[in-house]
């Protein structure tokens, strides 16, 4: 990473690591360590991302959309837990690694992963919707294109996807 890169990052982080702790701590009902993690996987993404945000007009706006994105994951995952807890289906952390990282098979086949779990209760179709948008990052419209059908047709589907895990994973 170019020096001036860096240097651009360890400033956003002094001036406003302190404020996204902050938002996070109370949208996560004062989880002091969940906080801390949105802390730093919010810039753990910009440093992935150093280009984007360093010429972004706005980058705090983009360390904060970037943030509630993570927060809303966080909370989705809290309002998940089985038995009073919530258990992590993998060590391999989806949401933060490119498909360069790792590819598609790994996670299919890594043993307890969440696809074993989604391929029990998903058919084929709907388990390419979830490859496509959340594996590969596409929009809906790209989604729509590859499996060939309106956007809104694939809004519903993805819709109907999330309902199903959701019923799922509280039956469950």
Not at 35 to 57: G, P, R, S
Not at 92 to 112: H, K, Q, R, W
Not at 139 to 151: F, P
Request: glycine share 2%; hydrophobic share 35%.
């Amino acid at each position: 990473m170019e020096n001036r890169k860096r240097l651009f990052l360890e400033n956003l982080y002094k001036m406003y690591s302190e404020d996204i702790f902050n938002i996070a701590y109370s949208k996560l009902n004062h989880d002091k360590e969940k906080a801390k993690e949105v802390v730093q996987e919010t810039f753990a993404l910009a440093c992935m991302k150093v280009d984007t945000i360093y010429h972004a007009e706005k980058p705090i706006q983009w360390l904060l959309c970037v943030q509630s994105h993570i927060v809303k994951r966080e909370k989705f995952r809290l309002s998940i837990r089985r038995n009073g807890k919530y258990d992590f289906f993998t060590e391999i952390n989806i949401d933060t690694l490119s498909a360069e990282e790792m590819p598609i098979e790994e996670v299919e086949f890594y043993e307890g992963s969440i696809f074993d779990d989604l391929r029990e209760i998903l058919s084929e179709r709907e388990m390419k919707f979830v490859e496509e948008r959340y594996i590969k990052d596409k929009k809906y419209k790209e989604v729509a294109d590859s499996l060939q059908i309106t956007e809104s047709a694939c809004t519903s589907l993805g819709n109907r996807i999330h309902k199903k895990i959701i019923k799922y994973l509280l039956d469950s």
